[in-house]
């Protein structure tokens, strides 16, 4: 388990402002595929493939439009945890990894709070503790390029997110708590055709995407008295209301697309201490309401493509624990099923350390994991716009994943270490997008395939200190995957990728960050040629373009058979603080200082003679700056 602190994410080079998930991709073992997302791959997985929980409620697209920025508001953040693999069976129905946010508790008295104004967005957060059990977090953010550019000129970026989250501790006599936690994101972009250049739409309809997240949970943890003759215990209920909801309108209803998903959760466990032994009992029960659409008025009543779905998914887990003087061992017990799908399956969880000297340390784990909720999207598109999340069923299968760590772990004191860990994972019954699926035919949305991963992850770190901070992060890592097409290798196979990261605070107000990244790169479908397509026009017996301009269908080559050259990317940062009544904090980053060329996708043209080849770059040099005020 990786563990980085909310404090750590200001010192890392920002784009616009700190973001969760933009310092998970830095981690060993994570691959983010180009700059324009905050999406990530762990080990070789795909980017469904990870829970996403805040506050131990899980988050289904913890994105905005594009996936550029990630939803969680840092003044909100404690710390947040990336289990990699391996994790225990109180977490399941995901094959890759486990992040887990924790928001701030405020325990000073009266309200503080801080506001941060950025080139990309303001966000203002307050807390305080109203009692001596209660405490409150609250916070907001929202974007106005849209604002700024209407301003300055009459074109328009009609495009905003917001996000809102709270947070309520309450304390109550007998050492239980009660938490209650809510999150409402929104993406609105609204416009007409016609203002993005478009003459030849006839009425330039409107536009309209919109992309949210909502949550509401409340938990409640207990402090038991001797249970079944053991030392202590506790008992731990949750229960929460999490929805995704998307609609893509082109052109006035020419075509809407439309994707809905709720997920109703309990989620309740006891655990009994004894000695050096911990038991753990839980079950978690998850109903499920997906909604699929494709429709356009011209087709009246009839929907092109209608898809409901009704799951409702079953676990219960135990685990035991055993923390002795030289080895602590995990062994758990997962069982699901899930409605509509006929299956039921079971999921074994080990790991092991051993402490060789008080220093050194050796780990082992093995897992079998599951996933019934695989997202369906393009990965040969560049950038993530759209994702549908669909239930498996008779004609999607529930996937399923082993994997297998080793590692060694050094610690030079208390706060720095090295750590090594390779890893194997073979994955079943894996959902793929199929892109030759027909739309108007339900069930080819995807193929099933088989497929490998392997790798080696190193990491180099220096936990938090007066001056110096941060980590070197290298991975080797390859992935396959196995269909009908025979084998590919699938859009996040990097296979090697660093990210060094680092704070220096030499005394004083000032502090620098750094980042420098380099990898290999990533695989994707070259374009071998095109193909013109023509009518046949009988009266003359011959082929012609009707009149109309030339349409030219790209033929594709191997799947994922090529790959972009050399990704490289050095950010800097500067930030300073200034203390007294209000805490001033201004910073200024460079993202891309040297200003490297990484390729973000080619444009072929085979109508020139010879062919071209264009290639369109990620981020340029991009500075970006903003400060933040706390008290």
């Known amino acids: 388990m990786l563990t980085v602190r909310g404090e750590s994410l200001k010192r890392v080079p920002v784009i616009g402002e700190p973001d969760v998930l933009r310092v998970v991709q830095l981690l060993p073992g994570v691959v983010a595929t180009n700059d324009f997302t905050a999406g990530y791959n762990v080990r070789g997985g795909e980017s469904d493939q990870n829970l996403v929980l805040l506050d131990g409620f899980p ?90 550019v209407a301003l300055l000129s009459d074109n328009q970026l009609p495009y905003y997110f917001t996000d809102v989250q709270a947070h309520v501790r309450h304390r109550l006599p007998q050492g239980g708590v009660v938490t209650l936690t809510s999150y409402v994101g929104q993406d609105i972009l609204d416009a007409a055709l016609g203002t993005f250049g478009d003459s030849t739409v006839a009425g330039t309809g409107a536009l309209r995407f919109d992309w949210g997240n909502t949550l509401l949970g409340a938990s409640y943890t207990q402090p038991l008295a001797r249970l079944a003759g053991g030392d202590s215990a506790q008992l731990m209920q949750r229960l929460s209301r999490t929805t995704f909801g998307t609609t893509l309108d082109l052109g006035s209803g020419s075509v809407r697309f439309i994707n809905r998903l709720a997920d109703t ?68 017990l997962r069982g699901e099923t899930v409605t ?108 099933v395939t088989t497929g490998r991963s392997y790798g080696v992850d190193v990491l180099v770190r220096q936990l938090e200190s007066r001056k110096l901070s941060g980590w070197l992060a290298y991975s080797f890592a390859r ?18 990728n660093l990210n060094l990261v680092t704070s220096w605070r030499p005394g004083g107000k000032w502090s620098y960050g750094v980042r420098l990244g380099l990898g290999t790169g990533t695989p994707f479908t070259d374009v071998v ?28 080559g191997v799947r994922n058979g090529a790959r972009f050259p050399l990704f490289q990317r050095l950010d800097l940062s500067v930030t300073r603080t200034a203390t007294g009544g209000l805490k001033w904090a201004p910073y200024l980053s460079l993202i891309n200082a040297y200003n490297a060329n990484n390729v973000f996708t080619y444009v072929f043209d085979y109508a020139d003679n010879p062919p071209t080849r264009t290639a369109f770059s990620q981020f340029p040099l991009l500075p970006t700056a903003g400060v933040s005020i706390s008290w």
Request: no cysteine; hydrophobic share 35%; proline share 5%.
């Open 59 to 148: 988050i289904y697209n913890p994105f905005h439009l594009g996936g550029l920025f990630g939803t969680f508001i840092d003044e909100t953040v404690a710390e947040f945890d990336l289990i990699p693999g391996g994790f225990p069976a109180r977490y399941g129905s995901r094959l890759s990894s486990v992040l887990s946010v924790t928001p701030k508790a405020e325990e000073r008295s009266g309200a503080h709070g801080s506001a941060t104004v950025s080139v990309l967005a303001t966000t203002l957060s307050l807390g305080g503790s109203a009692t001596a059990n209660t405490s409150w977090n609250i916070a907001a953010r929202r974007t106005y390029a849209d604002q700024f």
């Open 265 to 332: 959760r309990a989620w309740g466990e006891v655990t009994r201490w004894q000695g050096r032994h911990e038991t753990l009992l839980g079950y978690e029960v998850s109903a499920y309401r997906l909604r699929y659409d494709i429709d356009a008025d011209a087709a009246g009543a009839a929907e092109l493509l209608r898809v409901r779905q009704r799951p409702t998914a079953t676990g219960v887990y135990v685990d035991h624990t055993i923390r002795g003087s030289r080895v602590n061992a995990r062994v758990g």
């Open 340 to 447: 509509g799908t006929g299956w039921t399956g079971v999921s074994p969880r080990l790991s092991m350390k051993w402490f060789a000297t008080r220093d050194l340390a050796f780990t082992l784990a093995g897992s079998k994991t599951t996933q019934w909720t695989p997202a369906l999207r393009n990965e040969q598109a560049p950038v993530r716009i759209f994702d549908f999340w669909l239930a498996s069923d008779r004609q999607t299968p529930v996937a399923r994943a082993w994997q297998g760590i080793g590692g060694v772990e050094r610690w030079f004191g208390s706060n720095r270490f090295i750590r090594v860990e390779a890893y194997g994972k073979w994955y079943d019954r894996l959902p793929s997008s199929n892109l030759f699926n027909d739309p108007a035919l339900q069930g080819d949305e995807f193929i």
């Open 479 to 496: 992935s396959t995957r196995d269909g009908p097409e025979g084998q590919f290798a699938p859009v996040q196979d990097r296979r090697h």
């Open 529 to 556: 040629g095109q193909l013109v397509r023509r009518r046949y026009d009988p009266i003359t017996n011959s082929f012609n373009d009707g009149g109309r301009e030339v349409q030219r269908e790209p033929i594709g």
